[in-house]
């Protein structure tokens, strides 16, 4: 029996019982995975949780939050999400779409009025709100250009750093870079929800954290996501990649990516505790395993749901095409995250639909509709968690015979 199979017998065995229901298999096989990255020191510590239907199947912390304290790693440890967030923000938006005080054709400048980023022959085009969702606006990413590229040199923020700007004063350094491409003409990983999150501040008449503590993390009971935290021992302690362990970070660092992205990023790990740091919609959040899980468990919106059943279809449905291979061949884009259109070409045992994507400060994230799942990986070590070979094993245990 596959593990997945072991989950649906699961599910007709409990008649669909609302509590918490572990299955030992999938433990067993999830349980090798991590000891392993501890053990190897791939990883400092992590939180796994996977969801079936609605119940909790595995749940577990691992390793230590803190090497140098010495300190386990709890199960309500709260990580810097990085581009977890995003999916957090897209829920904000779509909301707002849900409660018709927003639409995925309104033009950005419905909501900003002075954003209006040109083309390179000086045109400027319409931007809407289905752009930002998609990254298909021609925005860029700061980390991804080189040190005199326009995201450089115009001081735009991607929401790691710890930069003295406001939301609305990054927005407006972003308006005055180049678009990469005319809107809807491509995909790039970009700055998008950043833009997005003041759009949803705007359409919601007040600022980025309340609209979401309104919109989301408050009806959800998302009781620990936020944009600032005050220190305590329950943050991750952040680690980055080396041999033959992790480093800790300690302040301001520039750490490249790996290998073949190209892209280079700031992290500032004190940016957490710092209420004055601008709300970065797709960077800027923290929270719990628990958190993120509750949030993505809303994409699946089957019957009366978070979402209207429509608004979470389309925002699992491809709109970019798998040309842009945002995850590698196979995948696509929705709102959110990468949408996996061919599992075949993407050697995966995900199904078709599958919503994916992560965090540099090493999570990953995925839920899969057609199968009733939803998998969280946090990690307090950069890439592994989320670039690396973890997030690979803790699918195939997921999925394995």
Request: aromatic fraction near 6%; charge should be negative.
């Amino acid at each position: 029996m596959t593990a997945l199979s072991a989950l649906l017998a699961l599910s007709i065995a409990t008649g669909g019982a609302p509590a918490d229901a572990p299955s030992p298999e999938l433990a067993r096989r999830l349980d090798a995975v991590l000891d392993t990255a501890v053990r190897e020191q791939r990883i400092v510590g992590a939180v796994v949780l996977v969801r079936h239907e609605g119940r909790t199947v595995y749940r577990r912390a691992v390793g230590l939050i803190d090497r140098e304290a010495g300190r386990a790693m709890p199960e309500d440890a709260v990580f810097r999400l990085a581009s977890v967030t995003k999916p957090i923000v897209t829920l904000a938006a779509l909301r707002l779409v849900d409660q018709g005080r927003l639409r995925l054709d309104d033009p950005v400048t419905r909501w900003i009025q002075d954003f209006r980023p040109a083309l390179a022959d000086g045109t400027v085009p319409t931007i809407t709100v289905h752009h930002l969702l998609t990254h298909s606006a021609g925005l860029d990413n700061p980390g991804a250009q080189p040190a005199d590229g326009p995201y450089r040199r115009l001081g735009v923020s991607d929401g790691l750093d710890r930069a003295p700007l406001t939301l609305a004063q990054n927005v407006r350094r972003i308006a005055e870079a180049p678009l990469a491409f005319a809107p809807g003409a491509g995909w790039r990983y970009s700055l998008a929800t950043d833009v997005l999150g003041e759009v949803v501040a705007q359409a919601h008449g007040t600022d980025l954290p309340r609209a979401v503590a309104d919109l989301v993390t408050g009806p959800l009971g998302m009781a620990d996501a936020a944009f600032s935290v005050a220190p305590s021992a329950r943050v991750a302690a952040p680690y980055l990649d080396g041999a033959p362990a992790p480093r800790r970070m300690t302040g301001a660092v520039d750490v490249p990516m790996p290998p073949g992205l190209g892209v280079s990023l700031r992290f500032d790990p004190d940016r957490a505790f710092d209420a004055d740091a601008f709300a970065s919609g797709g960077a800027g959040m923290l929270g719990t395993a628990d958190d993120v899980t509750r949030a993505l468990d809303a994409f699946h919106a089957r019957g009366p749901g978070f979402l209207h059943t429509a608004t979470a279809a389309l925002a699992m449905r491809d709109h970019v095409g798998t040309e842009a291979a945002t995850q590698g061949p196979g995948w696509g884009f929705g709102y959110g995250g990468a949408v996996l259109v061919d599992p075949d070409a993407a050697a995966t045992p995900q199904a078709r639909g599958t919503l994916q994507w992560g965090g540099v400060y090493g999570h990953t994230w995925f839920v899969d509709r057609a199968n009733g799942l939803t998998v969280v990986l946090l990690t307090n070590t950069a890439f592994e968690g989320m670039s690396g070979a973890l997030p690979r094993a803790i699918r195939d245990a997921v999925y394995a015979e």
